[in-house]
């Protein structure tokens, strides 16, 4: 079987940036930063996603590229005491995307109704309880999601997730800027800008750490085997750290216009109530069509805001879904169209919890959550740190991060060679225990 590979490296930093701008970026930055004190939780997010992300991310990508092998082989390649590791990787898929694509299913439902001038249907406020509490149309949406993401990757990795990418990236780059300038001109935006950019070091406590770091792995598809499944497929010539580095320029870029859309609309509208600041994960769903309905050209406002989120989700779909592809493809021997089916179809089923769990599902919540919830706490609070946390130990400490130093380096030189291993070794492990421990005193 001919290995897969992007055409160039920025086949490659487009693609890893399209699964790292997704919903982390555009729904979830947007509400954190919002309740945890606007500019403050900006500070820290962008501290310990410079801090932490770059090396774990480069760590991960150079283990790809190494091994030259998807997920569940890669770490076996380092070393053979590896193996479970690869295997939680390929897991943490299967808990997060069925979740991710019931989402990727309401976006639709939303950008369809503002594409056909029916956003005041939206911004009724029982509109998405009504909506989520159905069983056919959160489900007729998920199986929509999931069949563009699907249709993407049956054309393979260059003329599927790069040509993809390619065109999505720019195009949500592009609609985040126009979004974001014309709510900038909107009377009292700029009292939300000045609450998103000013930090409030009053507001400032543990649980902010917490979240952001929480953000930091949600948002770039960290220990979820999106950079290894990705790593394999980037040439030994392209740099990786050039890359790690332009990948978060992207990330923290989305990130930063998402929170002043959302902020600065916010405040244009509500003068920043508490219960708007507040609102949580409702926030992109209930809060802000209410917010857009009283805003000029709210149809188009509204439109241009739910596409922009619907590139982000489906970038980040793709991704996810490549991981346990490549895993068929690479153990079963399963031709491409063969494993996007399979995993389609397990998808689907995986998500029809949370897609129900709104409906018929309603009564059945672990830990007092929904289903959704649950799946997003789990697979997201407390697995992801986790491997994080195993995955640094193993390389710091039975691997040697000196192997992935030189596998780094093999494109030229590696600047911040010391500080990756020093990282790697010592105060990753040691800050992913803190955290592991602060979010689970706080549960």
């Given at each position: 079987?001919?290995?897969?590979?992007?055409?160039?490296?920025?086949?490659?930093?487009?693609?890893?940036?399209?699964?790292?701008?997704?919903?982390?970026?555009?729904?979830?930055?947007?509400?954190?930063?919002?309740?945890?004190?606007?500019?403050?939780?900006?500070?820290?997010?962008?501290?310990?996603?410079?801090?932490?992300?770059?090396?774990i991310m480069s760590m991960e990508i150079a283990i790809g590229r190494k091994t030259a092998s998807a997920s569940v082989d890669a770490y076996k390649e380092l070393n053979h005491r590896g193996g479970f590791i690869g295997w939680l990787t390929a897991g943490i898929t299967l808990i997060t995307l069925p979740y991710y694509c019931v989402i990727g299913g309401w976006v639709m439902k939303y950008a369809l109704i503002?594409?056909?001038?029916?956003?005041?249907?939206?911004?009724?406020?029982?509109?998405?309880?009504?909506?989520?509490?159905?069983?056919?149309?959160?489900?007729?949406?998920?199986?929509?999601?999931?069949?563009?993401?699907?249709?993407?990757?049956?054309?393979?990795?260059?003329?599927?997730?790069?040509?993809?990418?390619?065109?999505?990236?720019?195009?949500?780059?592009?609609?985040?800027?126009?979004?974001?300038?014309?709510?900038?001109?909107?009377?009292?935006?700029?009292?939300?800008?000045?609450?998103?950019?000013?930090?409030?070091?009053?507001?400032?406590?543990?649980?902010?750490?917490?979240?952001?770091?929480?953000?930091?792995?949600?948002?770039?598809?960290?220990?979820?085997?999106?950079?290894?499944?990705?790593?394999?497929?980037?040439?030994?010539?392209?740099?990786?750290?050039?890359?790690?580095?332009?990948?978060?320029?992207?990330?923290?870029?989305?990130?930063?216009?998402?929170?002043?859309?959302?902020?600065?609309?916010?405040?244009?509208?509500?003068?920043?109530?508490?219960?708007?600041?507040?609102?949580?994960?409702?926030?992109?769903?209930?809060?802000?069509?209410?917010?857009?309905?009283?805003?000029?050209?709210?149809?188009?406002?509204?439109?241009?805001?739910?596409?922009?989120?619907?590139?982000?989700?489906?970038?980040?779909?793709?991704?996810?879904?490549?991981?346990?592809?490549?895993?068929?493809?690479?153990?079963?021997?399963?031709?491409?169209?063969?494993?996007?089916?399979?995993?389609?179809?397990?998808?689907?089923?995986?998500?029809?919890?949370?897609?129900?769990?709104?409906?018929?599902?309603?009564?059945?919540?672990?830990?007092?959550?929904?289903?959704?919830?649950?799946?997003?706490?789990?697979?997201?609070?407390?697995?992801?740190?986790?491997?994080?946390?195993?995955?640094?130990?193993?390389?710091?400490?039975?691997?040697?991060?000196?192997?992935?130093?030189?596998?780094?380096?093999?494109?030229?030189?590696?600047?911040?060679?010391?500080?990756?291993?020093?990282?790697?070794?010592?105060?990753?492990?040691?800050?992913?225990?803190?955290?592991?421990?602060?979010?689970?005193?706080?549960?």
């Amino acid at each position: 079987m001919n290995k897969p590979t992007f055409s160039n490296r920025l086949g490659f930093v487009l693609s890893a940036a399209g699964s790292a701008v997704g919903l982390g970026n555009i729904w979830r930055f947007p509400y954190l930063a919002a309740e945890y004190g606007g500019g403050i939780f900006l500070l820290v997010y962008i501290i310990i996603t410079l801090l932490f992300g770059f090396p774990i991310m480069s760590m991960e990508i150079a283990i790809g590229r190494k091994t030259a092998s998807a997920s569940v082989d890669a770490y076996k390649e380092l070393n053979h005491r590896g193996g479970f590791i690869g295997w939680l990787t390929a897991g943490i898929t299967l808990i997060t995307l069925p979740y991710y694509c019931v989402i990727g299913g309401w976006v639709m439902k939303y950008a369809l109704i503002y594409c056909t001038g029916n956003g005041n249907t939206a911004a009724d406020t029982d509109f998405f309880t009504q909506y989520t509490s159905q069983a056919a149309q959160p489900v007729m949406f998920q199986i929509l999601f999931l069949l563009m993401a699907g249709a993407i990757l049956l054309c393979g990795v260059k003329n599927g997730i790069e040509n993809a990418n390619r065109f999505l990236m720019p195009a949500l780059i592009a609609l985040a800027v126009i979004t974001a300038v014309y709510t900038l001109t909107l009377d009292g935006a700029w009292s939300g800008v000045a609450y998103y950019l000013t930090p409030d070091f009053s507001r400032f406590s543990f649980k902010t750490v917490l979240a952001a770091t929480g953000q930091m792995f949600y948002s770039l598809s960290l220990s979820s085997g999106i950079m290894i499944t990705f790593g394999a497929y980037l040439g030994k010539k392209d740099s990786i750290e050039h890359s790690v580095k332009q990948i978060e320029l992207f990330d923290i870029g989305i990130a930063f216009l998402s929170g002043l859309i959302v902020l600065s609309a916010v405040f244009a509208v509500s003068g920043g109530e508490e219960t708007a600041l507040t609102a949580g994960t409702g926030l992109m769903f209930q809060t802000l069509p209410s917010v857009f309905s009283q805003m000029p050209y709210s149809d188009v406002i509204g439109a241009l805001f739910f596409i922009l989120v619907f590139f982000a989700a489906l970038s980040s779909a793709i991704s996810m879904m490549e991981v346990d592809i490549a895993n068929l493809i690479q153990h079963l021997h399963l031709k491409r169209w063969q494993a996007v089916a399979v995993m389609t179809g397990v998808f689907f089923v995986l998500g029809l919890p949370s897609a129900l769990g709104y409906s018929i599902w309603n009564d059945l919540r672990p830990f007092g959550m929904y289903i959704l919830d649950f799946a997003d706490f789990v697979g997201n609070s407390v697995i992801t740190p986790i491997l994080a946390l195993i995955s640094c130990l193993f390389v710091g400490w039975v691997v040697g991060p000196e192997v992935l130093s030189d596998e780094i380096a093999s494109d030229g030189v590696f600047k911040r060679r010391r500080s990756f291993e020093f990282i790697i070794k010592w105060i990753a492990p040691l800050f992913i225990t803190a955290v592991l421990i602060g979010s689970f005193l706080e549960i």
